[in-house]
């Protein structure tokens, strides 16, 4: 494939006639997951007001090949998230539908389970099933493997209700464990995060609006003690939206975004509590929906993008701390033709949906107009090398919540399988590090949920590479 030809300055050229048909809708969460089950991952498209989409890459254009079931067009999609719920290796796909921003709602969620046949299964649809329907409105799903075993669970964040945590029982049925886990908190959840940021194990992150924001950190045992007031990461008088992981030398920092609030850049300190060191600049106010965190130019440091509704969304460069004490720098971007001033954005995820090893950034936009979807590439970077990490659970599907390390040109970096984050969706389950130009990978280490480690050396550069759970 030729390389797209930057349509305006900046950092990013815009892609979107990639897409056969992109109509103007109203849409809202994204998620990627390898839906067909051959190795390539698609963007799933959550609509308000119409048809989901499910975008496939044919080799030259995304194509939407829905089929009828997710399409669901009399519902109200907001959500969507991915993850193994009944470990045979396949991903379930959760969508959560509401027709209101808030209370009681009518529209049915969707936990869809993809038959060997191809047909679609709605498990919340069978009888065993019945009266554990998410009855009330929400924003962000995630999924997280709090045990480590390899099956995931669905959390829903609920606005002015209690949080749900799906999971399949040893009865073979579904089940609501957020009460029993002390998880069913109520405020107004807004971004979801799921990965070991404050623990060892999947840590579930729950950023608000109208109180303070989670931080469920696991015990080891898959249960929670909820610490964000003593982290110093609870934010009590800010209103979140999305939120997203960050590298900021080795180890995880927290970017979030507030609506018309300071945006946050937190860094965790030794002592055990995080301190904000988000510049000005960075914290600047503004109508923020979404935080998307990625190398989107394989340069070898992460870009952070705040995706905006009515007004340009924003880019920045993520430098790490130049030693120990320091803080990280960022750098603002000019976005091109991602700045996308009049968009009403809403989700967002990351993938390389072509294969060719660069970062492709979809937003999804039309909640106050209908808008098509925007497809966007960084304009430069072909020249530098990268590799992916793809980590599989013990059932051979993609192991979410795992976290991956590398060495390259002697800095440590480090990337999460997401399980869910940003806003109202899901990234690819990769772990995508850019090398620069001229980059060598030293040694890759993947760990498990469950703290099982692989560690490669010297792994090719310009490759994907699948990693499975160790056997034995």
């Not at 809202?28 to 890459?57: I, T």
């Not at 599989?392 to 999460?416: E, H, M, S």
Request: proline share 7%; aromatic share 10%.
């Amino acid at each position: 494939m030729t390389e797209p030809e930057p349509r305006s300055g900046g950092f990013f050229t815009d892609v979107s006639d990639w897409i056969a048909f992109n109509p103007p809708a109203s849409h809202y969460g994204v998620a990627v997951s390898d839906v067909d089950g051959d190795g390539r991952c698609e963007f799933l498209v959550a609509s308000f007001d119409g048809a989901n989409r499910l975008l496939r890459w044919s080799g030259t254009q995304l194509r939407d090949v829905a089929p009828p079931a997710f399409e669901d067009v009399d519902q109200a999609s907001l959500a969507i998230a991915a993850g193994d719920v009944d470990g045979d290796g396949r991903e379930e796909i959760y969508v959560h539908n509401s027709e209101r921003f808030s209370g009681s709602k009518r529209a049915p969620d969707r936990l869809w389970d993809i038959q060997p046949d191809g047909q679609w299964e709605d498990w919340f649809a069978r009888p065993e099933h019945a009266g554990l329907q998410n009855e009330w409105a929400g924003r962000s799903v995630a999924v997280i493997d709090r045990r480590g075993v390899g099956r995931y669970g669905f959390v829903v964040a609920s606005y002015g209700k209690p949080l749900r945590l799906y999971e399949w029982s040893v009865q073979e049925r579904l089940a609501d464990l957020a009460p029993a886990l002390g998880l069913a908190l109520i405020s107004g959840g807004r971004g979801l995060l799921t990965l070991p940021v404050v623990s060892d194990w999947p840590d579930i992150i729950c950023i608000n609006e109208h109180g303070p924001n989670w931080v469920y950190r696991n015990q080891g045992d898959g249960t929670f003690w909820e610490c964000a007031s003593a982290l110093g990461l609870d934010d009590p008088t800010e209103h979140g939206r999305g939120v997203a992981v960050c590298d900021v030398g080795g180890s995880f920092g927290l970017c979030w975004g507030n609506w018309e609030g300071p945006h946050r850049l937190m860094i965790p300190q030794r002592q055990g509590a995080w301190r904000n060191c988000a510049s000005a600049g960075f914290a600047f106010p503004a109508r923020v929906r979404n935080v998307i965190v990625a190398d989107f130019d394989n340069d070898g440091y992460e870009e952070i993008f705040l995706h905006n509704h009515g007004e340009a969304n924003r880019l920045y460069r993520l430098y790490p701390p130049a030693a120990e004490g320091e803080d990280p720098q960022v750098v603002l971007l000019e976005a091109g033709a991602a700045a996308d001033p009049y968009g009403c954005g809403t989700g967002a995820a990351v993938a390389d949906i072509d294969g060719d090893g660069r970062l492709e950034l979809l937003l999804a936009r039309g909640e106050q107009a209908r808008q098509p979807l925007g497809l966007f590439k960084a304009a430069a970077g072909q020249q530098n090398g990268y590799v992916r990490i793809r980590p599989l659970t013990r059932f051979q599907a993609p192991a979410r919540g795992a976290v991956v390390r590398a060495l390259i040109n002697g800095r440590l970096q480090i990337r999460g399988i997401c399980g869910g984050s940003g806003y109202l969706g899901q990234m690819e389950p990769v772990a995508h590090f850019g090398l620069g130009p001229q980059g060598r990978v030293e040694r890759v280490e993947v760990v498990w949920p469950d703290g099982v480690a692989v560690i490669l050396l010297n792994p090719p550069a310009n490759r994907t590479l699948t990693v499975p759970y160790p056997q034995g």
